[in-house]
């Protein structure tokens, strides 16, 4: 079984910087990718990438919006995922959630293949 739980949110001032932590717990040696999305308050809102790892080839990608602020990096000892937070800005505000795709390919014992942790809340004031 696969768990990820997250932490690290708060309440900061535009401007300011939070680092989030997930850590993974589980088999997951099989092939993954490992990222951060988040979803903003309010009715609608849907649920956005923000920075992922491709863990094939070590490579990792950013939302446009985040790019230059936020820094994905991965403790393979830790088994810990972290999203530095730099330069926050109100539009920011949202519930961050860790997750973990496994390629469709690692069997069944990985289904659904797809895993979030229950998220860390981060709030940016003006």
């Known amino acids: 079984q696969i768990h990820l739980v997250e932490s690290g949110g708060g309440s900061v001032q535009a401007g300011g910087s939070l680092t989030l932590s997930c850590a993974v717990s589980?088999?997951?040696?099989?092939?993954?990718?490992i990222m951060w999305d988040r979803q903003a308050p309010g009715k609608g809102k849907e649920r956005e990438f923000v920075?992922?790892?491709?863990?094939?080839?070590?490579?990792?990608t950013y939302a446009d919006f985040v790019k230059g602020r936020f820094t994905i990096s991965q403790d393979h000892a830790k088994n810990t995922l972290y999203l530095q937070m730099n330069s926050l800005k109100p539009e920011d505000t949202a519930m961050y959630y860790c997750k973990i795709e496994f390629s469709s390919t690692c069997g069944a014992q990985y289904d659904p293949f797809n895993y979030w942790g229950p998220g860390t809340q981060v709030t940016v004031s003006s």
């Open positions: 589980g088999d997951t040696k099989c092939r993954h990718d």
């Open positions: 920075a992922g790892i491709d863990l094939s080839d070590n490579t990792t």
